[in-house]
Each structure stands twice: as C-alpha cells, then as structure tokens.
Nanobody, 120 residues
Framework: QVQLVESGGGLVQAGGSLRLSCVAS????????MGWYRQAPGKQRELVAT???????NYADSVKGRFTISRDNAKNTVYLQMNTLKPEDTAVYYC??????????????WGQGTQVTVSP
C-alpha cells in the first residue's frame, strides 16, 4: 500500500515561515505529480500548489509570491516553503500524490494532513 506522510506544520506568528514536507512510500513505480491542498474550518478544500514530474508548477492566487513548491525525486518528497504567512493561511494542509502504481494504474493518494496555525 501507499503512504503519504506530511510534516512541518505548527504554530507561527503572522509574517513568519514554515516548510512542509511530504514523503511518499510504498508500492508505486513513479510519481506523476504531487501537490498541496488545504482546508480551513467551514470551508471547501482548495488547491494550494502542485508540481508535475516535468517540474511545472501551479499556485493558488492567494499564495503566489509567498509559497514555493519543490520536489526531491530521489527521495519521493515534495516541499512547500511558506513565507509571509497570514492568519488566513490557517488550515489543515494535505499532501496529494498522483502515483503510477502499476502498468495500467495511475491513482491519487492523500496524506493525513498537518495543521498550520498562523496567529495575528
């Protein structure tokens, strides 16, 4: 089976920084894409940033210029560097991976989530 394990969340003051990481492990051949999503209480889960196997990135407008997504293919790891954090960034952040799990199998998996809390 596949596991995605996030880490790096925590409590930070507005204007501070955090770096999230997500490691994919288990039975898969390769990673097509990885990304980060977040969900605040009472709100819909939303895309934060994604990165494809080719290195193409995509960001939500609300985080452009503040967040940077990157990857380490050798370690099956994706990172999210979050700078100039705002209270509005407070949410549970979920790692997502689009994985090649077989010759004819490409599936999306989700991590357990890591809490990011930004105080005023």
């Amino acid at each position: 089976q596949v596991q995605l394990v996030e880490s790096g969340g925590g409590l930070v003051q507005a204007g501070g920084s955090l770096r999230l990481s997500c490691v994919a492990s288990g039975n898969f051949f390769s990673i097509a894409a990885m990304g980060w999503y977040r969900q605040a209480p009472g709100k819909q889960r939303e895309l934060v940033a994604t990165i494809t196997s080719g290195g193409s990135t995509n960001y939500a407008d609300s985080v452009k210029g503040r967040f940077t997504i990157s990857r380490d293919n050798a370690k099956n790891t994706v990172y999210l560097q979050m700078n100039t954090l705002k209270p509005e960034d407070t949410a549970v952040y979920y790692c997502n991976a689009d994985l090649i799990t077989g010759l004819m199998s490409r599936l999306r998996y989700w991590g357990q989530g890591t809490q990011v809390t930004v105080s005023p």
